[in-house]
């Protein structure tokens, strides 16, 4: 990058672009969880995006499916 670009996740990792989001609902994709949200559900990131993933914890390597999208974060279940 040079100096002045703007990177697609901020200094807090969250995507600061309004451009398409990179999931969709009913999709399946491999994630690593990577925190833990305030409500314990598991968080992981597609290209920044948030994704909610409850029963999942830190470190999960885990596919799952999107069962909702919202415009700054979408929710998953884990697949079988």
Do not use: C, L
């Amino acid at each position: 990058m040079e100096e002045g670009d703007v990177s697609p996740e901020g200094s807090r990792g969250f995507r600061q672009s309004k451009g398409p989001v990179p999931v969709k609902e009913g999709e399946e994709y491999e994630v690593n969880v990577e925190a833990v949200g305030r409500k314990g559900d598991g968080i992981a990131k597609i290209e920044g995006f948030i994704i909610f993933v409850p029963g999942a914890k830190a470190g999960d390597h885990v596919k799952v499916k999107i069962v909702s999208v919202g415009g700054n974060f979408a929710t998953a279940s884990v697949s079988t």
